[in-house]
């Protein structure tokens, strides 16, 4: 896809302040930390468009970015940070558990995995709400590029065991693996409605 604009649309701390307007939207989901705004930069070629940072916890509103001001990619906070006050999880909880449920525009979620470990009993948590829910989503191994093509293989396997039914693609935001394939099934999710 030819991105001829990306913009930050809206941050968003509340329910209330859920953009109006019905795009289509893109979810990036996923462990804190696990690289899911480097995903949406990347994919953007845009460096510096989605903040990232080493500590985790770094998003910490539900923001929406604007893409050819046709659809949104839409970047979550990440779950399983234990450092967050307890008030504080609860209310992203709300935030997030509110938006994923009641949003009829969401057209796929990338829920996104460390290549390098085994996907977590929050990520299983994730898998078992959408397919529960009957949402479409693929799976992002991503920082691939810390691994051997082996390592990568084997990785795939294992999650695999997890998503058995679910489309999964090696990433890495450094070297632009698998950025092709995930922007495919974007486009297959935004033209078919
Ligand atoms: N080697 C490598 N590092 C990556 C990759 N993607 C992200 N990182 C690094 O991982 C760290 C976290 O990346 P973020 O994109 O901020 O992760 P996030 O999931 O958005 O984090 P939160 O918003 O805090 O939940 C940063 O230091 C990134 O540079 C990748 O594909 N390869
Ligand atoms: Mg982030």
Known sequence: MK??????HASVYRLEDLPQDEKPEIVFLGRSNVGKSSVINSLLRRHHLA???????RTRGVYFYAI???????????YGYAEVPHSLRR???RLIEGYLENRPQIRLSLLIVDARHEPTPLDRQMREW?????????????????LSMSEVKRSVERAACVFPTVTIIPYSARTGLGREEVWREIENALSSH
């Open 3 to 8: 991105i001829a604009s990306a913009r930050l």
């Open 68 to 78: 050819n001001e046709r659809f949104y990619f839409v970047d979550m906070p990440g």
């Open 51 to 57: 903040r990232t940072s080493s500590t985790p916890g």
């Open 91 to 93: 209310a992203w909880q």
């Open 130 to 146: 959408l397919e529960g829910h009957r949402r479409p989503y693929i799976v992002l191994l991503t920082k691939a590029d810390k």
